[in-house]
C-alpha cells in the first residue's frame, strides 16, 4: 500500500487550493490536504495551527475533514469557525501557531 494521495490537476494553485466540491475537490482531499500541511509543520518543529472558513454550506464538511487530517500529524488545532481570512491570520499570530489555513 502506499501513502500517496492524487489530486485533480486543476486545483492545485500557486497559491492556493480551488475546486469544485464533490467534483475536482473532496473530503478525501480535504483529509489528504490536513495531513500534508500537518507534516510540513511537523518537519519545521511545529506544534500547533489555526483553521477558519466561509460560509460555503461545503466549507463545514471540509473543515472537519481537514483537522481530522491535521490531528493524524499530532498538531494541535484551533478551530476559530466562521471569519474573515484577517481573522484567521490574527488568530495565527495571537494563538502563537506555527500555521493557518483558510477553507
Do not use: W
Not at 464533490?22 to 490536504?33: Q, R
Not at 518537519?43 to 487530517?69: F, Q
Request: glycine residues 12%; hydrophobic residues 40%.
Amino acid at each position: 500500500m502506499n501513502n500517496f494521495h492524487k489530486f485533480d490537476p486543476s486545483v492545485l494553485r500557486e497559491y492556493d487550493i480551488r475546486g469544485i466540491i464533490n467534483d475536482t475537490l473532496t473530503a478525501k482531499d480535504a483529509h489528504a490536504i490536513g495531513a500534508i500541511f500537518g507534516s510540513a509543520i511537523n518537519k519545521n518543529n511545529g506544534r500547533s495551527v489555526v483553521v477558519g472558513r466561509d460560509g460555503r454550506h461545503s466549507s463545514l464538511e471540509i473543515e472537519k475533514k481537514l483537522v481530522e487530517g491535521l490531528i493524524s500529524q499530532g498538531l494541535k488545532v484551533f478551530q476559530i469557525g466562521l471569519c474573515p481570512t484577517p481573522q484567521l491570520y490574527f488568530g495565527v499570530h495571537h494563538l502563537g501557531a506555527d500555521g493557518g489555513i483558510m477553507i
